[in-house]
């Protein structure tokens, strides 16, 4: 094995459930299901087969890693919801990673990195020298971006359109990034209980009709 915490990382922001055991630079074993719904009931026992199949037990677990978006609404609540579970439960901290930061992860200089937001939309967040430099957006033309700017993540028409160099990163690896992420903010003090993130405005608005009248009895 190598050297560092045992991450266990997980991911349902998407249209399928994943799970990953990450000690160090190493990937122990990893799993990844496509599902449209079902991720509610899929999620844990995932985890705890990646567990097994490791040959490690809930209590070897230094920290988690999960995904807090952007992407699927119920997904990113559901991820976020069951890392703070699991982190009360075992007493070991559980480490939100964005979508963003797990794909800029290693990346030096200006990189705009972009994420899937849900519905066949994009995402993106500016990052210098590993850094977040702004808020996540659903337009990169918010930006005044440098002319050595590289984009990474999720292949968009922006980065083809505006010339910008596309670094592609292997989308079976995207656990292992979130995990050294976690790991790097462990490494910082930074061990706040994760948020989830959302970019793009909820589907359901509330509806306009007036609340019923309830009337005394008289």
Known sequence: MSDGPLILAFDTTAARCAAALVHGYTTLFQISEDMKRGQAERLVPMLEE??????????????????????????????????????????????????????????????????????????????????????????????????????????????????????EKNKEDHLWRAAQVAMCKLRNGETSLPVPLYVRKVDAARSSDLPPVILDDA
């Open 50 to 167: 990646t567990l097994v199949e490791a040959g490690l037990k809930w209590s070897d677990i230094d920290g988690l890693a999960v995904l807090t978006g952007p992407g699927n609404f119920t997904g990113i609540r559901l991820s976020v919801a069951t890392a703070r579970g699991l982190a009360l439960s075992l007493n070991i901290p559980a480490i939100g990673v964005t979508g963003f930061e797990a794909a800029a992860h290693g990346m030096q200089g200006a990189v705009l990195a972009f994420a899937d937001n849900g519905r066949g939309n994009t995402s993106c967040q500016l990052f210098v020298e590993g850094r977040a430099i702004s808020e996540p957006t659903e337009n990169p033309a918010d930006f005044l971006l440098a002319a050595d700017v590289i984009c990474t993540g999720v292949q968009t028409d922006f980065a083809r359109c505006a010339g910008f160099p596309f670094v």
